[in-house]
Nanobody, 126 residues
Framework: QVQLVESGGGLVQAGGSLRLFCTAS????????MGWFRQAPGKEREFVAA????????SYIDSVKGRFTISRDNSKNTVYLQTNNLKPEVTAIYYC???????????????????WGQGTQVTVSS
């Protein structure tokens, strides 16, 4: 059974930074595309970023390009989301997820991810 555990969220002032972590159980982490999503109160879950299985390819929602960076360390079964210059409108629960199928392409569709963590709260104050 695959388990994903996020951490690193918290309360930060606008302009600040947080580094989110997602650690996965299971020996085949390095074979899977990993994604970060977020969900704000009253809104649908939204794609934020994805990393290919190797980490060489990444994808981002336009609003975070240049401010957020997804990376991974396959030796530690961990994917990261570095968030810089945070704005109040990005306040949400951030989830990591594993894509369906080995070496799947980058996707922003949450239906193409089959394992999800419990989420970590990011709150940005103005």
């Amino acid at each position: 059974q695959v388990q994903l555990v996020e951490s690193g969220g918290g309360l930060v002032q606008a302009g600040g930074s947080l580094r989110l972590f997602c650690t996965a159980s299971g020996p085949t982490f390095s074979s899977y595309t990993m994604g970060w999503f977020r969900q704000a109160p009253g809104k649908e879950r939204e794609f934020v970023a994805a990393s290919s299985w190797s980490g060489r390819s990444t994808s981002y929602i336009d609003s975070v390009k240049g401010r957020f960076t997804i990376s991974r360390d396959n030796s530690k079964n961990t994917v990261y989301l570095q968030t810089n210059n945070l704005k109040p409108e990005v306040t949400a629960i951030y989830y990591c997820a594993r894509a369906r199928g080995n070496r799947a392409g980058l996707s922003s569709d949450p239906k193409l991810y089959d394992y999800w963590g419990q989420g970590t709260q990011v709150t940005v104050s103005s």
